[in-house]
């Protein structure tokens, strides 16, 4: 299967060593404090705080971790904060059991249970001045008695479902935005308040423009560009209903070329991956077909950049399309009343489709009609990212940490006052 890429091929370079124990103290006035990123879930999490993490061990006078319980999760962090800032004095630690995240990696989970990792981690993370997360379940350290530390949130994408804004977000002490959009909504819906929040833009943009590798060709002819991105969730996305059919539909399109590459959640269970690569077998011999359920191109943007045309539902991975604007099409295979809801506001950049019976003229339509999106597209791509022209995200966000904790600028990194 010569165009099917199963799972993440990992970084070239063997993991360095892992520290397992404190930094030693410095004789200072006050010990500083220690921050750490806590990346407990798949790989697509560390683009959206790595370098967040660099710039605030570079800049500001505060002992900051990177902690994982995969060690290749590890390699990779280092390898992005070495392109983003070469020498910065970040630290990386492996959490949990070694023996369990062994096990676990054999079995071919990405990363041990969250909430093991977490029991298992309790004590060392109670250590820490503050721990920022990607994502909300590991709040519940709370209840493993993790009291100490200001939990700390930066989310890992920046769509419009319902599960962004959930309530889990309320139990943080200070939450970063990426735009207006979340602004607005996250404090009409009472989750967030002024002091303890702060729009800082998207880092995953400047972390995977460094990750991506040279653009070497997919396809054997040159033609247009078709990504089918969706999601794993099984009420709100199309691959559960409709997904093969999708595939087919597209693969027998004339003149395109086509890449299916999911959200890595969808195929990261060992059992669905097997389900998957059998399922799509066949088309991945197609010449024009190139399939990837969950490697590092998966999650550095390379197809969302490439593409010419995205098909998908609910994922936040169209706005990262949206970079540019190009056509959309979506697949409405739960025959939602989404017209007015903001759960689907992005169903408003291309023509949505209840089924994929007619894909062709469906794909022609979204062509055809983009002059009409367009607008919309950028309008709602500069609502959801602030990113003002030099400036880097993962510094404002280091930055906004540094504000919230008082830091002092570093003395030997050219810290920003």
């Known amino acids: 299967m010569p165009n099917m890429v199963l799972e993440s091929p990992g970084v070239d370079q063997k993991p360095g060593p892992v520290s ?12 500083r404090k220690r921050v750490a990123f806590l990346f407990n879930a798949q790989r697509h999490q560390l683009l ?7 710039a605030l061990a570079r800049d500001w006078d505060a002992d900051v971790r990177i902690l994982s319980p995969n060690a290749e999760h590890l390699t ?16 990386f630690e492996e959490i949990g059991s070694p023996l369990l995240n062994l096990i676990c990696s054999a079995l071919g989970w990405t990363v041990p249970p969250k909430l093991l990792t977490l029991l298992l981690a309790s004590r060392g993370l109670s250590s820490y001045d503050a721990i920022v997360l990607p994502e909300r379940t590991s709040t519940i350290m ?19 479902r319902a ?9 943080f002490d200070f939450v970063m935005m990426p735009g207006d959009k979340h602004k607005r909504r996250l404090f009409a819906e009472k989750l967030v308040s002024h002091g303890r929040s702060a729009v800082t833009g998207y880092p995953k943009f400047e972390a995977a423009d460094l990750m991506r590798g040279d653009a070497t060709p997919i396809f054997p002819r040159t033609r247009p560009v078709i990504l089918y991105n969706p999601h794993f969730s099984a009420s709100l996305g ?46 991945a011999r197609l010449p024009n077909v190139y399939i990837d359920l969950g490697s590092d191109r998966s999650v550095d943007m390379t197809y969302t950049s490439l593409a010419d045309i995205y098909v998908g539902d609910v994922s936040s991975q169209v706005y990262e399309f949206l970079r540019t604007p190009r056509p959309c099409l979506f697949v409405n295979s739960g025959r939602h009343r989404w017209q007015g809801d903001p759960n689907f506001a992005h169903w408003a950049f291309g023509p949505v489709i209840d089924s994929p019976n007619r894909i062709a003229d469906a794909i022609s339509d979204a062509i055809g009609s983009h002059p009409a999106y367009r607008n919309a597209q950028s309008r709602g791509f500069a609502e959801t990212f602030d990113l003002p022209p030099g400036t880097s995200s993962g510094a404002r966000v280091a930055e906004a940490i540094a504000r919230y904790m008082e830091l002092a600028p570093s003395r030997t990194a050219g810290g920003r006052p």
């Not at 959206?48 to 660099?54: C, L, N, Q, R, Y």
């Open 238 to 283: 199309s691959w559960h209903r409709h997904g093969m059919e999708i595939v087919r539909g597209l693969a027998a399109l004339s003149g395109f070329n086509l890449i299916v590459a999911p959200h890595v959640r969808l195929f990261d269970n060992p059992h669905r991956r097997t389900e998957g690569t059998e399922a799509l077998a066949e088309i």
């Open 20 to 31: 397992r124990s404190p930094l030693a103290g410095r004789v200072d006035t006050q010990p």
């Open 142 to 160: 709370r209840w493993f008695g993790v009291k100490r530390p200001k939990l700390v949130h930066i989310d890992h994408g920046a769509g419009d």
């Open 48 to 54: 959206h705080g790595v370098t967040s993490a660099v």
């Open 76 to 91: 990779y962090a280092r390898d992005l904060a070495e392109r983003y800032s070469p020498g910065s004095p970040l630290r």
């Open 163 to 171: 599960v962004g804004f959930d309530r889990r977000i309320r139990k």
